[in-house]
């Protein structure tokens, strides 16, 4: 019989030459599996005759991008439905990564959502949706409404759930009380089963419904446990109330388990209620930035006409009208007016921002004074805010690497508690005497009620969820868990200079004049020189005398010395700017005072500046990068955590050594070039060292991909998102020992639940198999079990959520 062969294209990026087709065509002929092999070069895709599709597929994917091109797929995070427990989200990610055409899934339970990355080319989202709806789970496909669907299927779902518990626990009361206290009443069994079935069947449906769709892909779950537990007690006490003779005859009672089967789904449920009520708090920090966007905005037409729009419609170039106390829909720039702006929520800067012409506004923030209007250069995803809502949604579903440890145990845990329920049952018939089929049975169900891989499930992300929220909160952007979880081991740390100690920030702290009387003309004409200039120290001599009301003149006869500085000439007269070098080879005379002072200004780091005619120096102004009011006690707080600092810059020594002593470092580099700063990170990684760099995210990127953690300072617009593992919004060094602290106390929590979850597993189950009964007798009820599990789940997540109460400053 002749295999069945698959074709599949798939669509390449990063070829730009026949030759790049010929290496990944040379890549793809070492792989098995693949019959036939083309690569075309131009419709960009490489296409593939396989038997296997999936295992070649993902194997042809790898040696694509370790050639170094890549396949043009998309990564999107999708709400899930219908998850119950961790190995729901262990076949969910079965299921997807299944599917050809998904490349990588990371399935969370605890916000019930999956991060897919796949080729749009080769499988669509209704594709998707359609395997996870074949087990018995949902994926929201309408990503423009996916935040408000998933809002509104949890409170459908919430409500629905409450109205179940509600009944569950209604019905299964007098059922726990006849079982109890009137078992010699008439009919008693008859009644006891009449309320016991809708509990079971109606109410707790979906435990059976689900578990028959994963019986049907050979897969199981905790619903699983449920239904086999509870159908069982059910059908064993339906067998004994309507045949008790068959036990009559061998001289044992009939007993009947209603009660348990309906209190283990009430309680099951009740424990469900109670999970999703604490799993929408580990949210909050999202849905407090999601919050911040308003829904709807004011568009100025042509003509001054005004119109409410919903803030989708919103298009770039539109103006829009912000009112006292609206919160600024888009990311634009001020038209029109000025006011005071509250940004607190993206910097995390306290005091409000004056913002007027032409100025920079974000979405999310408050405008606190006055109206104006805004021109929209940013709309929709495209926002800060928007980007970094998209990050804190994506840091929380990611896996830490602890829960891929946790993934597998879920993986086989359910199997695992089926069979140890089973090899109970039959211990128990084997060694328990006349009663030992009634008594097995008993500890079968309790075994399958008292598992519980939700709690190993919600252990991890949970806290992760609690700990990204918290941070985001403080103006710690965090990528993913990775990253959280490896911070604690940092014990040395990469601070750059410029922008990260510093302010990065070129200002003109003193300004020396040898001629009084010259004074006005001098610095209308330094200004009118170096405003031309686009050197960043130009600029900082540009604002001290605009600030001062020096008036701009013009001068056009201007000539650039590289590596010294500008010449210019201003009626018939030579003016210089720039370094003493200049002055020197100008044969430029300076008084001995100025340069006693210059030589004093250079001791203090700082840039001193000459501006002079054609024989003397008639300004000198000396330029320096303020360190950050916090820079000191920053790195204070890491070395007494035990966390060796370095500052690595480009800078000059003179200078570097000024900054290292003013904010207490002991280690520094000077005139360090980027590559430089990679190859020092290795050297420390190479003694042992887990290595953080912290730099701007852009000049400083090699030595943030080198290091363990990456961190970067920005502010605003100038976010290095898709640079470092970590982002400080408001460019505060204080946040990095907070973030530190704050990795420790995610850990923390993270083994805290992990040890808590395993623990109740591994005393749980052998007790209720009965292995307590040869000593004393004690033999578990399955309605108390039902209980135990329904609160370990409740205990972990209750536990993540203490973690919002600690302090991390």
Known sequence: METLKH???IPLVGMDSEHCAMIIDGGLSKLEGISKHRVDFNNKKAIIEVEFKKPVLNDAIKTIRDLGYDVESTKKTFPIT????????????????????IINVAVNFANTSATIEFIPDLISLQEMKEALQSIGYDMIIDEENADDLKDEIHKNLFKELKTKTFWAVALSIPVVVIGMF????????????????????????????NAFKQAMHFKANMDSLVALSTGIAYLFSLFNTFYPEFWHKRGMHAHVYFE????????????????EKAKSNTSSAIKKLIGLQPKTVVVVHEGGHEMVMPIANVKIGNILLVKPGDKIPVDGEILEGTSFIDESMISGEPVPVEKKLGDKVFAGTVNQKSS????ALKVGGETVLAQIIKMVQEAQGSKAPVQKLVDKIAGIFVPIVIIISILSLIAWVIFGGNNGLTQGLLAMVTVLVIACPCALGLATPTAIMVGVGKGAEHGILIKDAESLELAKNVNAIILDKTGTITEGKPEVTDMLILNQSKLKNAKEILLAIESQSEHPLAEAICMKLRNEGVKLIQIKNIESITGRGVKASFNEQIYHVGNKALMDENNIQIETSLQSSANKLQGEAKTVIYFADATQVLIIAAIADKVKQNSANAIAELQKDGIEVYMLTGDNTQTSSAVAKQVGLKHFKAEVLPSQKSDFIKELQHQGKIVAMVGDGINDSQALAQSDVSIAMGKGSDIAIDVAKMTIISSDLMLIPMAMKLSKLTVKTIKQNLFWAFVYNIIGIPIAAGILYPINGFILNPMIAGAAMALSSVSVVSNSLWLKMKSIN
């Open 182 to 209: 009137f078992m010699e009443m008439p009919y008693a069994n008859i009644i006891m089963m009449a309320l016991t079935t809708p509990v079971l069947f109606w109410f707790g449906r979906i435990f059976f419904i």
């Open 7 to 9: 074709i599949i294209e």
């Open 372 to 375: 104006f209007k805004i021109k």
């Open 260 to 275: 348990a089967a309906s209190v283990v789904i009430a309680f099951i449920l009740l424990g469900k209620l109670l999970e």
């Open 82 to 101: 219908g998850m119950t427990c961790a190995s729901c989200a262990v076949s969910t990610e079965s299921i997807l990564k299944s599917q050809i055409g």
